[in-house]
């Protein structure tokens, strides 16, 4: 049983920031990757950043290179992602999401084989 648990969501006015926390428990395997997608309203989820939980190995997706951080505890049992600079463009649900995979570089494909495990989300809104 794997469990994701998110916490950090709120209200900013653009320019601010805001840290998201992922509490995970249940890791698939030892060779697994942990990260973030959002969803805004009517559109797609799709992937924000991604840690190799074995490495420390990051990926971002291109909207938010130098803003966003994605950070893991030295016990790998809490991921933070820390989002500065938020835009109104950045207001959706953000999900704390993890995957066994040999390579990250796949983690934001959906439709790729295997499964994602996800948390039940939390709200990020920005205002102009």
């Known amino acids: 049983q794997i469990d994701l648990l998110e916490s950090g969501g709120g209200s900013v006015q653009a320019g601010g920031s805001l840290t998201l926390s992922c509490a995970a428990s249940g890791y698939p395997t030892s060779s697994y990757c942990m990260g973030w997608f959002r969803q805004a309203p009517g559109k797609e989820r799709e992937g924000v950043a991604v840690i190799y939980r074995s490495t420390g190995k990051t990926t971002y997706a291109d909207f938010v290179k130098g803003r966003f951080t994605i950070a893991q505890d030295s016990g790998r049992s809490l991921l933070t992602l820390r989002m500065d600079d938020l835009q109104p463009a950045d207001t959706a649900t953000y999900y704390c999401?993890?995957?066994?995979?040999?390579?990250?570089?796949?983690?934001?494909?959906?439709?790729?084989?295997?499964?994602?495990?996800w948390g039940q989300g939390t709200q990020v809104t920005v205002s102009s």
């Open positions: 999401a993890t995957k066994t995979l040999s390579n990250c570089a796949r983690f934001f494909d959906l439709g790729a084989p295997g499964r994602h495990y």
